[in-house]
T-cell receptor, first 115, second 114 residues
């Protein structure tokens, strides 16, 4: 059962434009969401997170939006740069004793930013 | 601060062997989680340790085990290796006590089972 889904395996955008990466989840118990970026042969790098009590969090060029009623979150990158080309993972966690330390990841979306 | 370090970075083993992977968390971080990344399954949670105790475990067979030392360093062991264990094994550390702490990942250990 895939509790966190990234339905778009890949996305291609032009440099300077907006990149929008989407993520859907099924478990309403998730209360913390994170986005990671991953280059080949490296570990995921934390980008930005959002608590379920918020609907938006912004950090520089990166903004995450959360729509709890739709169980959907998105990552906006504006403006996109060629160095943003990587695999982006959405992840979710729950604050319960049995789920501490466990992130559930989506399958990832490969972003290509063309110069 | 130094990041999460993992050793070795690359490992080649044969079926039936066992392997131990090591992870040193960010200084001050007491929680260490392990994940397996494969092309078909994505990133899958293996287990998490906090203060030398396993707090959570994913859906992996008992051949996968781990431990954490008093200095928060962690090791992961896989016994009786199978071809399907070939993967990137990632370790992540966090300050967290609850489930909302951001996890920071190491570079991973690429395990190839022949």
């Amino acid at each position: 059962d895939q509790q966190v889904k990234q339905n778009s395996p890949s996305l291609s955008v032009q440099e300077g434009r907006i990149s929008i990466l989407n993520c859907d989840y099924t478990n309403s118990m998730f209360d913390y969401f994170l986005w990671y970026k991953k280059y080949p042969a490296e570990g995921p790098t934390f980008l930005i997170s959002i608590s379920s009590i918020k609907d938006k969090n912004e950090d520089g060029r990166f903004t995450v939006f959360l729509n709890k009623s739709a169980k959907h979150l998105s990552l906006h990158i504006v403006p996109s740069q060629p160095g943003d080309s990587a695999v982006y993972f959405c992840a979710a966690s729950m604050v319960t004793a049995s789920n501490t330390g466990k992130l559930i990841f989506g399958q990832g979306t490969t972003l290509q930013v063309k110069p | 601060k130094a990041g999460v370090t993992q050793t070795p970075r690359y490992l080649i083993k044969t079926r039936g062997q066992q392997v131990t992977l090591s992870c040193s968390p960010i200084s001050g971080h007491r929680s260490v989680s392990w994940y397996q990344q494969t092309p078909g399954q994505g990133l899958q949670f293996l287990f998490e340790y906090f203060s030398e105790t396993q707090r959570n475990k994913g859906n992996f067979p008992g051949r996968f085990s781990g431990r954490q030392f008093s200095n928060s360093r962690s090791e992961m062991n896989v016994s009786t290796l199978e071809l399907g264990d070939s993967a990137l094994y990632l370790c992540a550390s966090s300050l967290m006590v609850s489930g909302t702490g951001t996890q920071y990942f190491g570079p991973g250990t690429r395990l190839t089972v022949l």
